[in-house]
């Protein structure tokens, strides 16, 4: 019987990197029903709403989806479409598995980090107000009466939240996925240094989750330590768990450590029903000048597709799909340019031609 999986091909080289993905994966012989959709830059053009109601059913209905890379239409008065479809849907939880493979240029020689980011909360929420409205005079005046610190009449405010709901469920997920796959240590970034009541209620709260897993090290950073400790030595690390902004900067951190976003896969779950939904995208974004050119890496989507299938319980596809792509990376003959390092003068190849070779070596 065949998965039914929502599709979403996006913008830009979305349409090109999931293309790839979906072959790859239908190459490992797993049955899929591919149920497509639309949302991004592409489908407000066409309908005039960026994420469209239909969309939103397939992923409740499916409870998984592959999406690609999508385009927030200025016109369409979102701040970002991809918060608004990570907060309607309430995917709290961001995992982002950042590991250098063999044949990938980079400073480094070993990386394997997995990034584990809160999605709905934070400084990426929307709470924002303008210099010199209303709603920001209000504010201001407002702190002056209950705090007698003054903000500048210049000032553009946005509100930083983190519920002490929002941490616990962050930290059960990365203590869960430790657990689960065999890691030994959590680290919890923050500022709680300086932020007590909002990075500080956050510490607080994964400390005492952290004694639930007596089996998995735990420890804490500052967020600047961190990005410092992380760039000269990331083999001292396992599982980072992080507030949503701070998750966003370290996730691209690591990735560049591994040879950039194109290469760097990842996942959002959560639901609001209790019964989880999970959406798997690579982490790059739409790259419009190298849309239609068969140019775009097309290795984070597949490695994404890859956690897609573990996901689904298709363990031993998502091995072979993985390994298949280790497999073309190592040897470095059939690879996208981005992938070719400065003193390889081997012709690169293109995207279609890049996944031809990983499904030869399934």
Not at 28 to 35: K, N, S
Not at 305 to 319: F, I, Q, S, V
Request: hydrophobic fraction near 45%.
């Amino acid at each position: 019987m065949a998965i039914r999986v929502t599709i979403v091909p996006g913008d830009g080289v979305g349409p090109e990197v999931v293309g790839a993905a979906c072959r790859a994966i239908e190459a490992t012989g797993v049955r899929i029903e591919w149920d497509r959709q639309e949302m991004g830059a592409g489908a407000f053009a066409r309908t005039g709403d960026p994420l469209p109601a239909a969309t939103l059913e397939s992923i409740g209905a499916n409870r998984v989806a592959l999406k690609g890379p999508v385009e927030t239409p200025p016109a369409s008065g979102m701040r970002s479409l991809n918060l608004a479809l990570r907060r309607t849907l309430d995917l709290y939880a961001n995992i982002r598995p950042c590991r250098l493979y063999g044949g990938v240029p980079s400073l480094y020689h070993v990386v394997d980090v997995v990034v584990v980011r809160e999605n709905t909360e934070g400084m990426y929420t929307g709470i924002e107000l303008e210099m010199g409205t209303p709603g920001v005079e209000e504010l201001i005046r407002f702190v002056a009466s209950t705090t007698e610190v003054v903000v500048p009449p210049d000032s553009g405010i946005s509100v930083k939240e983190i519920t002490e709901h929002g941490s616990e469920r962050i930290a059960r997920f990365a203590f869960g996925y430790a657990r689960a796959n065999g890691r030994a240590k959590v680290t919890a970034s923050h500022k709680a240094n300086i932020m007590k009541f909002s990075d500080g209620l956050f510490l607080e709260v994964v400390r005492r989750v952290a004694q639930e897993y007596p089996e998995i090290a735990f420890e804490d950073r500052i967020i600047d330590a961190l990005c410092m400790q992380l760039v000269q030595a990331p083999e001292r690390f396992d599982v980072l768990v992080l507030p949503n902004m701070y998750g966003d900067l370290v996730a691209e951190l690591c990735a560049g450590m591994i040879g950039g976003p194109a290469v760097a896969p990842g996942a959002h779950f959560g639901g609001r029903d209790r019964r989880e939904l999970a959406v798997f995208e690579a982490t790059h974004g739409t790259a419009p000048r190298l849309a239609g050119e068969n140019r775009a890496n097309p290795v984070g989507a597949t490695l994404s597709g890859a956690m897609m299938l573990r996901h689904l319980g298709e363990t031993a596809a998502a091995d072979g799909l993985e390994a298949a792509v280790v497999e073309v990376l190592r040897e470095g003959t059939h690879v996208t340019p981005d992938l070719r390092a400065t003193d390889d003068d081997r012709p690169a190849v293109g995207t279609a031609e890049m996944t031809d070779a990983v499904i030869a070596r399934l």
